[in-house]
């Protein structure tokens, strides 16, 4: 089964092998006690134009039976025939919702689509969100006459009410109390604890490409096989897609950032510009003057299509919505113009060995992509615990926290590769740390 990751977006008949539209069946579980699961049938511009079309709890059924819920313990199954759907509903956004509890709570909640077997699925855990009481899981939707499907992972401050106004509904009175449920049970799946992964990041999905075409015996492809298996895959949607886990396809609408060195390849009408020694003050010029990179950030400007990478790394694509994260330069691969960034450098040796001397605080609304080697790890940061990484396999922090320098001569044979090395970061406060599997060599 494939997994998509968060924000990454397929076409339906590519996951599920056959074109059909009329017997599809999604799944959607969950271990959170009380919450409710829901779908939004709303038109091309993300409206409910016809409140028919929202089937939850009180409405199992839209008004043709395109779209069916089936309640269960922690969840419910939905039934969907697209053929069926009218011209005013070009999207299902699949939703959970909590009338109190916040998706915090949540130990983990799946979602997948097919039938009879699931063919495509994805994951979410509750360390991905804080004081949300809804989250818009995936989406399945129409663009340009065909059907994709789409991760997106997104929290929302309200509950099921707060939704139904936001996607131009009318919650005018409290929504009917559901029956009782039976006790929730865990969704399947392995007994083991999830370790939290560092950006919320679910599992890498397939790439993308022609994956199915196999080698001859001996390993080797024809020239046509080649082409046709690594060819681009067009998904048109947000600024950014996943060409596969370690390309990111950047759609160019005025101007992005990009880390320095970091595009293969593109089209169209572009411009590319090393952001500029000064600019935000002395600060970047001292940075330049003791890093040996010129400056961390390039601007892509104009209109075209940008492919970007670095050493191969994996890529994550997070979307800020208002809050702000701090990331090692390393680490940051690109975000979109309407994020607003500010370069640090910092001032105790911990920061110089991190990220090349500089990190990035991100913040606002928009998408970015963060950089990893391997899958990583977020370590959560509280009052009464200081927790201590190694500066080059940190990736990013909370805002509020302040990396320190700790030297401890006892350790230099356990943090690093043990060749003297004695610097830690220490994080203190509330918030969390980011690190990957793998020590940069900054030097």
Known sequence: MIQLQRGEKRQLAELT??????????????????ADVSVFGLNADRKLQDDRYFVFYNQLSSPGGEVTLTQQAGGGTFR????KLPASVRRLMFVVTHDSTPFSGLGRLEWTLGSPEPKVGLELRGDQFGSERAVMVAEVYEHNGEWRVSNVGQGFSGGLDALLVNFGGEASEPAPTPPPAPPVSAPPGPSDRFVPPATPRPPVSQPTGNSDISPASDGTYSLSQFLTKTAETDRPGDAFELENDKMLEVKVRGRVWSKLGAMVAYSGNLSFKREGMLDGGIMKALVRAVSSEMEPLAKIEGQGVAYLADQAKEITILKLQGDAINVAGHALLAFEDTVEHKIAMHRSAAGMVSGGLFSVLLRGQGMLALLSHGRPLTLRVTGGETVYTDPNATIGWSENLTPQLRVDSSL????????????????????FVVVQPYEENMH
Do not use: C, P, W
């Open 80 to 83: 969907l025939d697209l053929s």
């Open 412 to 431: 230099k044979s356990i943090f690093g590769r043990g060749g003297g090395e004695t610097f830690q970061m220490a994080f203190q406060g509330e918030g």
């Open 17 to 34: 092998g056959s074109t059909r539209l009329d017997d599809l069946q999604v799944t959607l579980r969950h271990d959170l006690q009380g």
